[in-house]
């Protein structure tokens, strides 16, 4: 499956938007506990609760847009292992990935596109050329 270099970048930009989503997520929510324990822990505290609310709505925001490009990304992967010619050649080829992508969703996801997407075909070297 021939890709344009647009197309891989796109497929790039997917693949790694979980992981941008994971750190915002966690950003969020370690603001959260940051944010609550800083007041006094007296139980008349001027901190409304619409603060800590804002927050963990922040955090759900994360996670679902996370859940979106994790859960595209894997589609997306899994449709070039099945059109990848390369690999059909291969003996279970085919197989092997698709494991490694859905077992080892986000690593695998990663790993598979810089060993299968991002290079291009004209500069890999042929056995002639390499001795």
Known sequence: MKLSKAQKI????LTFMPILCFIGYIISFVSIFFGAFS???????????????AGFGLAMIFMILMLIFGLTALIMHLIHVSKNQKLKSQNNGQLIWILIIILANGIGGIVYYFMEILP?????LTPSEEG
């Open 39 to 53: 007041h006094p822990s007296d139980f008349e505290s001027d901190v409304p609760p619409d603060t800590f609310f």
């Open 10 to 13: 796109g497929i790039g930009i």
């Open 120 to 124: 291009d075909p004209k500069e890999a």
